[in-house]
């Protein structure tokens, strides 16, 4: 099976600007999460979907969504981008059996905001 | 809410060293552990997982992890560490039908 990927891999943007970030899941997974990955927070949780439900939030602000599709793929999207939202953001697919689950990750894109 | 703590920010190993990197989680009920790498360059992997079992697990690379139930811990190993080890691992948890909470990382640099 192919694995998640996400696109665009890179980007670079200026404060104020808003970005969509795009991710494709493993063929026959339904929730899909993003990360936001930076050197000092480490790896920390935006969002979790699952048959286009938003399921589970992470504590970031408002500025940033996402959105799932009927085929599973899924859209983060960014407004009003800060210096501090340059980061490697992360989005993994998985699929639930019981209380069983494991994510396996993308490339994840990397966004640089000056 | 859980948490993931782990021990060591940065370790520094000679080849054909044994590794243990500590993980202590806090949740009171059942877990799903995972161990993750992140080769330089690289998108994070799955390196192990514990669901259920046998405590002891075996992942890919050599490496296994103990599932410590009365510790909270859920400690990588690896018996001899070889420079294509360098790499930041990850330990992760999920408590019940909650989201994957990461640690901070370790970094792991293996000199030749």
């Known amino acids: 099976k192919a694995g998640v990927t996400q696109t665009p891999r890179y980007l670079i943007k200026t404060r104020g600007q808003q970005v969509t970030l795009s991710c494709s899941p493993i063929?026959?997974?339904?929730?899909v999460s993003w990360y936001q990955q930076t050197p000092g927070q480490g790896l920390q949780f935006l969002f979790e979907?699952?048959?286009?439900?938003?399921?589970n939030k992470g504590n970031f602000p408002g500025r940033f969504s996402g959105r799932q599709f009927s085929n599973s793929r899924s859209e983060m999207n960014v407004s009003t981008l800060e210096l501090g939202d340059s980061a490697l953001y992360l989005c993994?697919?998985?699929?639930?059996?019981?209380?069983?689950?494991?994510?396996?990750f993308g490339p994840g894109t990397r966004l640089l905001v000056l | 809410a859980q948490s993931v703590s782990q021990h060591n920010h940065h370790v520094i190993l000679s080849e054909a060293a044994s590794l243990e990197l500590g993980c202590n989680y806090s949740?009171?009920?059942?877990?799903?552990l995972f161990w993750y790498v992140q080769y330089p360059g690289q998108h994070l992997q799955l390196l192990l997982k514990?669901?259920?079992?046998?405590?002891l697990v075996k992942g890919i690379k050599g490496f296994e992890a103990e599932f410590i139930k009365s510790k909270f811990s859920f400690n990588l190993r690896k018996p001899s560490v070889q420079w294509s080890d360098t790499a930041e691992y990850f330990c992760?948890?999920?408590?019940?039908?909650?989201?994957?909470?990461f640690g901070k990382g370790t970094m792991l640099l293996v000199s030749p």
């Open positions: 993994a697919s998985s699929w639930r059996v019981g209380q069983e689950e494991t994510q396996y």
């Open positions: 063929s026959g997974h339904r929730s």
């Open positions: 979907y699952f048959s286009e439900t938003q399921r």
């Open positions: 949740y009171g009920g059942t877990v799903n």
């Open positions: 514990y669901f259920s079992g046998d405590p």
């Open positions: 992760a948890v999920r408590g019940g039908y909650s989201t994957l909470t």
